[in-house]
Structure formats: C-alpha cells, structure tokens
C-alpha cells in the first residue's frame, strides 16, 4: 500500500537518480571536450601529430573523435599519428575507467533507494 511519505520518497528518489545521471553524462563530456582541446592545441599549435582518414579537421571533428576514443567505442574512421597516438591510449583508459566507475557509483546508490522505494 502505498501512503503519502512512500509516494513523495520515490518522487525525491527518481529526482535524485534524474540529478546524477545528468551531471556524470556532463562531467563525462566535459572531459572528452578538455581532451579534444589538447588534441586541438597538439595538432595546430604545438605540431606534435595529426590525424589520418580526417577530411575536415575542425573543433567538431576533433570533438567526435574524442568522444568516441573517450568512450572507448573506437569506430576508426580516423587515426592519431605521432604524439597523438599516446594521447589516444591514455584518454582510452581514463574514459573506460571513469565509465567504469560511474557505472559502479551509480548501482550502489541506486542499490540502497531501490528497495526503499519498493516497500
């Protein structure tokens, strides 16, 4: 049965779950967007490395790729050469690891309001 209290719970609950999904999905793209600033900056005004199968290399382009090497999806419709190479792996690593661990975050908070909700 459900009483006022258990109603307004799940309500503050779901808004809750709502709040942080949204801000990891934001940290997340934060951080691919400070990572396709420093491909930016590595590829036009330090020269350390390029990218390859890239046509147009523009900010949105950069930004794409380094959303998906972020999420480690991978799609290799374009490749780093250089420096840039290194650059690739260990943003390919932070992103599946704060994925991972965002992930992870998110299954023990909702671990704990789940089962209050139910009840």
């Known amino acids: 049965m459900l009483t006022r209290n258990s109603v307004w719970f799940e309500k503050r609950a779901m808004l809750w779950i709502t709040v942080l999904m949204t801000g990891i999905i934001t940290l997340h793209v934060l951080e691919s967007t400070l990572y396709a600033a420093g491909y930016w900056i590595g590829l036009n005004y330090l020269d350390i490395g390029g990218f390859e199968r890239m046509t147009d290399v523009n900010f949105m382009n950069v930004l794409y790729y380094s959303i998906v090497t972020y999420s480690s999806l991978g799609l290799g419709d ?19 690891l704060a994925i991972s661990c965002s992930a992870s975050v998110m299954f023990v908070w909702m671990k704990g309001y789940l089962p209050q909700i139910r009840r």
């Open 78 to 96: 374009a490749y780093p050469t250089e420096h840039l190479k290194f650059m690739t792996g260990i943003q390919a690593l932070n992103g599946f």
